[in-house]
C-alpha cells in the first residue's frame, strides 16, 4: 500500500506539477523517497527562502502554481517572506512541510518544534491547512488546485504529520477536476457595456489579473479606442508598442491627471492601490468599471459597474455587448505618453543598452531597486506578459535572483535576465551556486550603489543622518567567479550590452557590476 508521502508526490503529479523547489530535512524525507527522476523534478536552492521566490518566479512564467517542499519548523518559517510576496501579488504557490506527529504534546521538545507553525503561515498565505489523515490530505490538495483555477490566486500552506507521511493506506489519489471561476450576470455586463460603447474619453488600467486576457484587452481597447496603462504587475499584458499603450506608468502624476480627466475608466485585475499609484487612491473624475476575480476588490474605490469574473471572459463578453462601432481613431493627442517616455531618464542609457542586449522574448527578473523602479519600471519595453517580474506590494528584496532562475526552470527556451541593487542581491547571493549547478545561462546586472540607496535619499530628504544604508560589499564579479560562475566589470551601457550578450551564451550565471548612474 502507499506511504503517505507516496500519495502526496502522486496527487502533485496528478494536478500537473512538475518540479518542486525545495531543501530535504529529517521530518520530509518521506516525501523527498518519492521525487526525483522519472518522477517530479527537484531543485535544491541554498535557502528556503531562494525556494519560495524561484517558485514564484515559476508561477509567474507558466501561469501553473509554484510547489515548495521544506521541513519542519526553521525551513518552513524560512518560506514566509516569499509567501507574503505570492499573497502581495496574487501568485499561485503551494507551500508543502511536513508537521509535529499525530498526538503531539506541545512543549515536549521534539526536533523543530514550533508553537503554532500552521498558524504562522496563515498569517502570510490565503490559507494554512493543517491534515489529520491521508484521505483528508488528498481532499484538500484537490481543493487547493481548484480554488487556484476558480478564485484570485494565492499562496496556500499544507502541513501534513510527519508519521502521516511514513503511514501506509490502501487508497487512490483522485483525478484532478477543474473549474470554472464565477462570471457576472447578463444584465451587468450589458449594463457596462452602455456605459463604454458611449464614453468619449475612455482609458484602460490593466493589472496582474488581466495577464491571461492579452488578446481580449487588445480588441477592446481598439474597439473603444481607449489608452490604456498597466499596473508593475499588469506589465506585457497590453503590448507596449501599441499606439494606445501609455506603459506601466499608473505611478506618474501626468497619467493619474490623464485618467482623472476620463469620462469612463475599466480596470482589470488590478488592486488600484497605493503601490500601483505611488501617491495614494486615484483620483476619477468620470465612472469606474472594474472587472475582477475577487469581489472583495471591486469597491475599492466604488465602481458604477462591478464585474466579478474572469479577466478574459467577461472582456470578451463586454467587447460582444458593446458591438460594432466603426473605425475609432487611437487618441494619442493630449495623452501622457511623452511623460512616461521622459521618465526615469537617469537610468535611461543603462536600460536601453540592456533592453538592446536582450532578444525580444526575454524575461527581465527585477528586485526592489531603484534601478528597477526608476528605471525599468517604464524604460524597458515589452510585448508579453510574465516579461517582467517585479516584486510590488509586498517590496521584498533579494527577490530576483532565485525569482530568475525559477524562471529559467519554467522556460528554458527563453532567455532570463537579473537587474538588482547591490543591497538586494546580497539577501541571496548564495543562489549563484544553485544557477552554476544548474547551468542555466543567467545575466545577474548589478548596480550599485553602496547601500540601500532609496532609504539614504529618504533619510536625506526627512534631514535624517545616513544610518545603517552605506554597505561594504564584495567584488560581485569574484564572488560569482568563486562560485564557479563567471563575472566582469562594465562602466558604460556599451560594455554592458557586450557583458550581457555574452552572459547569454555562457553556462550558468554571469554576474555584471555596473556602477550606479549619476545625475
Known sequence: MPTGGELLVAALRAHGVDVVFGIPGTHNLEIYRHLGPGRLRVVTPRHEQGAGYAADGYARVTGRPGVVVTTSGPGLLNVAAAAGQAYSDSVPMLIVSPGMPLGHEQGSGLLHEVKDQSAALAAVCAQSQRVQTLPEMLRVLASVFTSFDISRPRPVHLEVPYDLLARSADITVPPAVRALPPAPSEADVRAAAATLSTAERPTLVVGGGARNAV????????????????????????????????????????????????????????????????????????????????????HRPTAAHPLAGDAATTLARLRRAIGPRGAVRPRREGTPRSAVTAYGRRWRPLIEALRAALPEDAVLVNDSAQVCYFGALTGFAVEQPSQFLYP????????????????????????????????????????????????????????????????????????????????????????????????????????????????????????????????
Not at 480588441?219 to 496603462?229: F, I, N, R
Not at 499608473?250 to 497605493?274: N, S
Not at 550603489?449 to 535624517?464: A, D, H, L, S, V
Request: charged content about 15%.
Open 215 to 298: 488578446a481580449e484587452l487588445r480588441a477592446l481597447a481598439e474597439l473603444l479606442g481607449a489608452p490604456t496603462v498597466t499596473t508593475a504587475n499588469g506589465k506585457g499584458a497590453f503590448p507596449e508598442s501599441h499606439p494606445l499603450s501609455l506603459g506601466a506608468g499608473l505611478h506618474i502624476p501626468e497619467v493619474r491627471e490623464f485618467l482623472h480627466r476620463a469620462d469612463v475608466v475599466l480596470a482589470v485585475g488590478t488592486e488600484l492601490a497605493e503601490t500601483d499609484t505611488w501617491d495614494g487612491p486615484l483620483r476619477l473624475g468620470g465612472r469606474l468599471v472594474r472587472v475582477d476575480l475577487d469581489p472583495s476588490q471591486l
Open 392 to 519: 510590488t506590494g509586498f517590496g521584498t528584496l533579494g527577490y530576483a535572483l532565485p525569482a530568475a532562475i525559477g524562471a529559467g526552470i519554467a522556460a528554458p527556451e527563453r532567455p532570463v535576465a537579473v537587474l538588482t541593487g547591490d543591497g538586494g542581491l546580497q539577501f541571496t547571493v548564495n543562489e549563484l551556486a544553485t544557477a552554476v549547478e544548474l547551468g542555466l545561462p543567467l545575466p545577474v546586472v548589478v548596480v550599485n550603489n553602496g547601500g540601500y540607496g532609496m532609504i539614504r535619499q529618504e533619510m536625506t530628504e526627512r534631514g535624517c543622518p545616513p544610518v545603517g544604508v552605506d554597505l561594504h560589499g564584495p567584488d560581485f564579479p569574484a564572488l560569482s567567479r568563486a562560485y564557479g560562475g563567471a563575472g566582469v566589470h562594465a562602466t558604460s551601457p556599451a560594455e554592458l550590452r557586450s557583458a550581457v550578450a555574452q552572459a547569454l551564451i555562457t553556462p550558468g550565471p554571469t554576474v555584471i557590476e555596473v556602477p550606479e548612474p549619476t545625475g
